[in-house]
């Protein structure tokens, strides 16, 4: 396959999406005829990159040369007619699927059957759209993200009907334009959607449980499980009038699938006009241009601290837990059972507090939790049962904050904040690859360059312990009854023989 078989690229809609994919094009030196049903759009559209293009030369990030070509390349042309000569149409309209079928229904019958028609849509079926034409074969998703030039990721979506050809014309542009091609199946959501499903939702389920306030789900995922930005500070950047759409879109398609099913809160606020930074008002109040405020919890005032008596789930939490409280200078009870006087830390995995203090045998007016799935170096977030005394929740608090570490106390919950929120994240990934909707490289890829989490989630499950999460998840469906914590075939399978979430499946040759 000719790598640089696809030259003249037409794309139809120049809105920012349509300018980005123009621009990457261009400076590849592809040429770009471009156009819009709007008059005057397709030539503001072109102005705007020729700006594009100078500010990129002041910046010194391209040469003067390398811009003046770049603009050469694109063309302006007044109807779909002009695009006959193309061996690529890309479309970068309204998410309306009515109207990307009438589009592509004509564009079937104008050009020239070898010429290959790209849908940017990043939640409607390729399928359906190629459904209106009488040569499906050529129809495919180009799903760029927005920026395009600095996201560099491209869902590559075949529909049932899509020629494999098709698909590897599209992977080698998308190569030659400097980003990465992402192989996806025909699949609601596609790779990126679908995978990104868990965090907002989780966090909307503990927010609505009245684990923790917002500020403090953001702080413990941003500053302690390394994500960006939290949830709900992600829902205020992208609005939630673009993120509730998308939710519902994916939950009807997958039938009300447990695993995706949004929040009513969201409908709430969207009813109110709480959309986020555009509205200024969203799960925070915006002055201005200013940031989400941050989360701060005093620490108590606590000058004797009571012995300190350790039960953990696992190895690794509580010798995580040990090593710390050493650190702490902690006097920790070595006994078989805790004293009368002892606080009880227990490292859970999946519990509650409640829970986890039946299943150690300890006191739960004197036991708090503490979350060990990740390391606990600078955030420590303990939780307490309904039942915790106020002097123990106090003494806990104290003690962990004493090398001037963070500490961030939540109610009672099964899997703590990063515990149910990284195993919902593995465990959604590990149902992608299972359906085989995506390789196992390019669902890790896809997360980490189209959602900005710190690691892929299948590599991250690695990191984490399979079997640790395997037991986070069985244990909050067997709390909860909710079947959206139940484990994915792919993950129980690959835990129980002790085998990479990576491993993809051994098939026989078909």
């Given at each position: 396959m000719n790598p640089h078989s696809l030259q003249r690229i037409g794309v139809v809609g120049t809105g920012a999406m349509g300018q980005g994919i123009a621009q990457?094009?261009?400076?590849?030196?592809?040429?770009?005829?471009?156009?819009?049903?709007?008059?005057?759009?397709?030539?503001?559209?072109?102005?705007?990159?020729?700006?594009?293009?100078?500010?990129?030369?002041?910046?010194?990030?391209i040469t003067p040369q390398a811009a003046s070509e770049a603009l050469e390349h694109l063309q302006v042309v007044n109807s779909l007619q002009a695009l006959a000569g193309c061996q690529l149409v890309v479309e970068a309209i309204v998410e309306n699927l009515e109207v990307k079928q009438g589009l592509f229904r004509q564009l079937d019958e104008l050009l020239d059957q070898t010429?290959?028609?790209?849908?940017?849509?990043?939640?409607?079926?390729?399928?359906?759209?190629?459904?209106?034409?009488?040569?499906?074969?050529?129809v495919a998703g180009l799903h760029f993200f927005n920026p395009v030039p600095l996201m560099r990721l491209v869902e590559v979506i075949g529909g049932i009907a899509t020629r494999p050809d098709v698909i590897e014309q599209l992977q080698a542009l998308v190569k030659r334009v400097g980003h990465y091609p992402a192989i996806s199946k025909d699949s609601p959501g596609f790779i990126v959607n679908h995978a990104g499903r868990a965090f907002g939702t989780e966090a909307l389920r503990m927010l609505s449980e009245g684990i923790a306030p917002v500020a403090l789900i953001d702080a413990v995922l941003r500053d302690g499980a390394g994500f960006r930005m939290g949830p709900f500070e992600l829902l205020d950047l992208i609005g939630l009038d673009v993120s509730l759409p998308v939710m519902e879109s994916v939950y009807r398609q997958f039938y009300e699938e447990p695993r995706y099913r949004p929040h009513p809160l969201l409908q709430l606020m969207q009813a109110g006009g709480h959309l986020g930074r555009k509205s200024g008002q969203g799960f925070y109040r915006y002055e201005g241009k200013g940031a989400a405020p941050r989360w701060v919890q005093p620490v108590p005032q606590c000058p004797q601290l009571p012995p300190v008596w350790v039960a953990g789930d696992d190895d690794i939490g509580r010798t995580r837990?040990?090593?710390?409280?050493?650190?702490?200078?902690?006097?920790?009870?070595?006994g078989p059972h805790p004293s009368a006087e002892a606080l009880c830390v227990l490292a859970s995995l999946g519990d509650d507090t409640a829970e986890s203090a039946l299943r150690h045998d300890t006191d739960p007016a004197r036991t708090v939790a503490i979350d060990t799935l990740l390391e606990l170096d600078s955030l420590r977030c303990l939780m307490v049962s309904p039942a915790t005394r106020m002097d123990m929740?106090?003494?806990?608090?104290?003690?962990?904050?004493?090398?001037?570490?963070?500490?961030?106390?939540i109610r009672d919950s099964?899997?703590?904040?990063?515990?149910?929120?990284?195993?919902?994240?593995?465990?959604?990934?590990?149902d992608i690859a299972q359906q085989g909707i995506a390789s196992v490289a390019d669902i890790d890829m896809a997360v980490r360059l189209g959602l900005g989490y710190p690691q892929g989630p299948l590599a991250w499950g690695d990191q984490l312990g399979a079997t640790r999460l395997l037991q986070i998840l069985q244990?909050?469906?067997?709390?909860?009854?909710?079947?959206r914590y139940r484990p994915s075939g792919w993950l129980r399978r690959r835990a129980r023989l002790g085998m990479s979430l990576c491993q993809p499946e051994n098939l026989m040759p078909a």
């Amino acid at each position: 396959m000719n790598p640089h078989s696809l030259q003249r690229i037409g794309v139809v809609g120049t809105g920012a999406m349509g300018q980005g994919i123009a621009q990457i094009m261009a400076q590849a030196g592809l040429n770009v005829l471009l156009f819009d049903a709007r008059e005057g759009a397709a030539s503001a559209a072109r102005e705007q990159l020729a700006a594009t293009f100078a500010k990129l030369q002041e910046k010194g990030r391209i040469t003067p040369q390398a811009a003046s070509e770049a603009l050469e390349h694109l063309q302006v042309v007044n109807s779909l007619q002009a695009l006959a000569g193309c061996q690529l149409v890309v479309e970068a309209i309204v998410e309306n699927l009515e109207v990307k079928q009438g589009l592509f229904r004509q564009l079937d019958e104008l050009l020239d059957q070898t010429t290959v028609l790209a849908s940017n849509t990043s939640s409607l079926s390729i399928t359906a759209i190629a459904s209106v034409c009488k040569h499906p074969g050529r129809v495919a998703g180009l799903h760029f993200f927005n920026p395009v030039p600095l996201m560099r990721l491209v869902e590559v979506i075949g529909g049932i009907a899509t020629r494999p050809d098709v698909i590897e014309q599209l992977q080698a542009l998308v190569k030659r334009v400097g980003h990465y091609p992402a192989i996806s199946k025909d699949s609601p959501g596609f790779i990126v959607n679908h995978a990104g499903r868990a965090f907002g939702t989780e966090a909307l389920r503990m927010l609505s449980e009245g684990i923790a306030p917002v500020a403090l789900i953001d702080a413990v995922l941003r500053d302690g499980a390394g994500f960006r930005m939290g949830p709900f500070e992600l829902l205020d950047l992208i609005g939630l009038d673009v993120s509730l759409p998308v939710m519902e879109s994916v939950y009807r398609q997958f039938y009300e699938e447990p695993r995706y099913r949004p929040h009513p809160l969201l409908q709430l606020m969207q009813a109110g006009g709480h959309l986020g930074r555009k509205s200024g008002q969203g799960f925070y109040r915006y002055e201005g241009k200013g940031a989400a405020p941050r989360w701060v919890q005093p620490v108590p005032q606590c000058p004797q601290l009571p012995p300190v008596w350790v039960a953990g789930d696992d190895d690794i939490g509580r010798t995580r837990l040990l090593a710390l409280l050493e650190h702490l200078g902690a006097e920790i009870e070595r006994g078989p059972h805790p004293s009368a006087e002892a606080l009880c830390v227990l490292a859970s995995l999946g519990d509650d507090t409640a829970e986890s203090a039946l299943r150690h045998d300890t006191d739960p007016a004197r036991t708090v939790a503490i979350d060990t799935l990740l390391e606990l170096d600078s955030l420590r977030c303990l939780m307490v049962s309904p039942a915790t005394r106020m002097d123990m929740q106090n003494a806990a608090h104290a003690l962990f904050s004493a090398d001037g570490g963070t500490v961030a106390m939540i109610r009672d919950s099964c899997g703590f904040i990063v515990q149910r929120t990284l195993a919902s994240i593995v465990n959604l990934a590990c149902d992608i690859a299972q359906q085989g909707i995506a390789s196992v490289a390019d669902i890790d890829m896809a997360v980490r360059l189209g959602l900005g989490y710190p690691q892929g989630p299948l590599a991250w499950g690695d990191q984490l312990g399979a079997t640790r999460l395997l037991q986070i998840l069985q244990r909050m469906h067997d709390l909860t009854g909710d079947p959206r914590y139940r484990p994915s075939g792919w993950l129980r399978r690959r835990a129980r023989l002790g085998m990479s979430l990576c491993q993809p499946e051994n098939l026989m040759p078909a």
